[in-house]
């Protein structure tokens, strides 16, 4: 059986808002390329996301960019 070496490390993003904290699975090409969590398509639905829940939550700030937010991949 081949050997196979996985190179991937996480990516963590601390933010500024830390009421709740986002855990994704581990990080692909998008992300080792941005050096961020949640880049390419899963960072458009994150946004996604976040607009929807913004919108229903009053305990948290209304800024839309996930970037403001506790993330780890």
Known sequence: MEKTEINQRTHYN????????????C????EEEAKKPVAGCTGKYLDLFLKKFLEISDDLDKN????????TN
Do not use: T
Request: net charge positive.
């Open 14 to 25: 601390r933010g500024k808002f830390n009421k709740i904290a986002l855990v994704f699975s």
């Open 64 to 71: 839309f960019n996930r970037y403001n937010y506790r993330i």
């Open 27 to 30: 990080p692909g090409k998008k």
